[in-house]
């Protein structure tokens, strides 16, 4: 595989150096968002892998056998880790982030800024003191992989197969661990932006009536506009969207010809009722499987939200052109899904659905890399 043999290149000429003492690494991304300057601490470190289930690693998305394959094959070629996986802890009394705001006064080993003008700020801690405090305050923490399921599931995979050539296990093996970045639950530069969902024309669809049927499970709300005044009320149309998401079920519509809708969930029950599975109270309340449940599946008819049937995009504005430009049928805006929904959810092993959640800024790939050398171990 070609990126086995550039990797090795590119330690053979010394284009990328293996630093020469263990380290965990400070990383700092800053961003734009809404108007707002915000930042994001966390750092870059090595997990020794847990089953699913079995430990204090909790998965919140469902997994894709093509992509996992991909994965494991550049594991397997390269021997290494290219990306961090992207994971999450609760840091209440930031104990942790305050060792790691003693290292990032100085200059950072690498700054860079993206296509997205999001600035990348790395720093190397290798003082083993700053270490053992930050692994002591981790030892018993959950974590929940917000990005990198894929990667996680491979890096099982890869170690389920290594463990099979090797009479001598010991779990301290550089392949029974995977590189992750941690971020807490609480930073206020810990981003998630919702995926709108745009349905595809259906046959024998009566707007009319499904109009009147909405009301069923919501109070409707409509927001006149024409052509002059369409972005104004879209964007308040959202603002209040957000505002009544503190504390009621609530979603966006889109129905084309400047028509705009804020539908408020009368009443949970009403969804509870539908969902035959058992699932926590928090899974059956997301607001995409409100929407799921409640208008995909009882009022269009669409048992499941397939790729032929509904497109998800994280621009609302693009969510109206494919309305009004494309012949799309309707658009649905969603808020952002809460980061306590994630990890009520992901405490009990649940999935969320398709498309639930998009964390920002994404990390940038190849700061640090992690080679699995021959017989190297991790010792803390």
Same mark, same amino acid.
């Given at each position: 595989?070609?990126?086995?043999?550039?990797?090795?290149?590119?330690?053979?000429? +010394?284009?990328?150096?293996?630093?020469?003492?263990? $380290?965990?690494? !400070?990383?700092?991304?800053?961003?734009?968002?809404?108007?707002?300057?915000?930042?994001?601490?966390?750092?870059?470190?090595?997990?020794?892998?847990?089953?699913?289930?079995? $430990? *204090?690693?909790?998965?919140?998305?469902?997994?894709?056998?093509?992509?996992?394959?991909?994965?494991?094959?550049?594991?397997?070629?390269?021997?290494?880790?290219?990306? #961090?996986?992207?994971?999450?802890? #609760?840091?209440?009394? $930031? @104990?942790? /982030?305050?060792?790691?705001?003693?290292?990032?006064?100085?200059?950072?080993?690498?700054?860079? %800024?993206?296509?997205?003008?999001?600035?990348?700020?790395?720093?190397? =801690?290798?003082?083993?003191?700053?270490?053992? *405090?930050?692994?002591?305050?981790? @030892?018993?923490?959950?974590?929940?992989?917000?990005?990198?399921?894929?990667?996680?599931?491979?890096?099982?995979?890869?170690?389920?197969?290594?463990?099979? @050539?090797?009479?001598?296990?010991?779990?301290?093996?550089?392949?029974?661990? !995977?590189?992750?970045?941690?971020?807490?639950?609480?930073?206020?530069?810990?981003? =998630?932006?919702?995926?709108?969902?745009?349905?595809?024309?259906? !046959?024998?669809?009566?707007?009319?009536?499904?109009?009147?049927?909405?009301?069923?499970?919501?109070?409707?709300?409509?927001?006149?506009?024409?052509?002059?005044?369409?972005?104004?009320?879209?964007? @308040?149309?959202?603002?209040?969207?957000?505002?009544?998401?503190?504390? %009621?079920?609530?979603?966006?519509?889109?129905?084309?010809?400047?028509?705009?809708?804020?539908?408020?969930?009368?009443?949970? /029950?009403?969804?509870?009722?539908?969902?035959?599975?058992?699932?926590? %109270? !928090?899974?059956?309340?997301?607001?995409?499987?409100?929407?799921?449940?409640?208008?995909?599946?009882?009022?269009?008819?669409?048992?499941?939200? /397939?790729?032929?049937?509904?497109?998800?995009?994280?621009?609302?504005?693009?969510?109206?052109?494919?309305?009004?430009? +494309?012949?799309?049928?309707?658009?649905?805006?969603?808020?952002?899904?809460? =980061?306590?929904? =994630?990890?009520?959810?992901?405490?009990?092993?649940?999935?969320?659905?398709?498309? #639930? /959640?998009?964390?920002?800024?994404?990390?940038?790939? $190849?700061?640090?890399?992690?080679?699995?050398?021959?017989?190297?171990?991790?010792?803390?």
């Amino acid at each position: 595989m070609r990126a086995a043999a550039f990797l090795d290149g590119w330690l053979r000429h +010394k284009i990328l150096l293996q630093h020469d003492k263990p $380290g965990i690494y !400070a990383y700092e991304q800053r961003i734009s968002c809404r108007g707002r300057k915000m930042a994001r601490l966390g750092f870059i470190s090595l997990l020794r892998l847990e089953d699913f289930g079995r $430990g *204090k690693v909790f998965p919140h998305e469902e997994t894709y056998p093509k992509a996992k394959l991909d994965r494991l094959q550049l594991m397997r070629a390269a021997s290494a880790n290219f990306e #961090s996986i992207f994971a999450l802890y #609760s840091d209440e009394k $930031g @104990k942790v /982030t305050k060792t790691l705001k003693q290292f990032i006064k100085k200059k950072p080993l690498i700054e860079a %800024k993206d296509k997205q003008n999001v600035i990348h700020r790395l720093w190397c =801690i290798d003082r083993k003191s700053a270490i053992a *405090k930050i692994v002591q305050e981790m @030892k018993d923490k959950a974590v929940f992989i917000a990005d990198g399921h894929h990667r996680y599931e491979a890096a099982l995979r890869f170690r389920t197969e290594q463990k099979t @050539k090797n009479t001598k296990f010991t779990e301290e093996e550089l392949y029974n661990h !995977a590189m992750m970045y941690f971020a807490p639950l609480e930073d206020k530069g810990l981003i =998630i932006l919702p995926f709108h969902r745009v349905v595809k024309p259906l !046959a024998f669809f009566e707007p009319e009536r499904f109009e009147q049927n909405l009301t069923q499970f919501f109070e409707v709300k409509p927001y006149p506009a024409n052509r002059r005044t369409a972005d104004k009320v879209r964007r @308040k149309l959202l603002k209040d969207l957000g505002k009544s998401g503190l504390e %009621k079920h609530v979603l966006g519509l889109y129905l084309g010809n400047h028509r705009y809708f804020l539908l408020t969930l009368k009443d949970e /029950t009403l969804i509870e009722e539908m969902v035959a599975e058992e699932k926590p %109270k !928090a899974w059956k309340m997301l607001d995409a499987n409100i929407l799921h449940f409640a208008v995909f599946d009882r009022l269009l008819n669409i048992a499941q939200e /397939t790729e032929d049937k509904i497109i998800y995009t994280k621009s609302d504005e693009e969510a109206v052109k494919l309305v009004d430009e +494309k012949g799309r049928l309707m658009a649905f805006f969603l808020n952002p899904t809460k =980061i306590e929904e =994630i990890v009520a959810i992901a405490s009990k092993l649940e999935k969320l659905p398709h498309k #639930s /959640t998009c964390f920002y800024p994404k990390l940038l790939s $190849g700061l640090v890399l992690n080679k699995f050398e021959h017989g190297e171990k991790v010792k803390v």
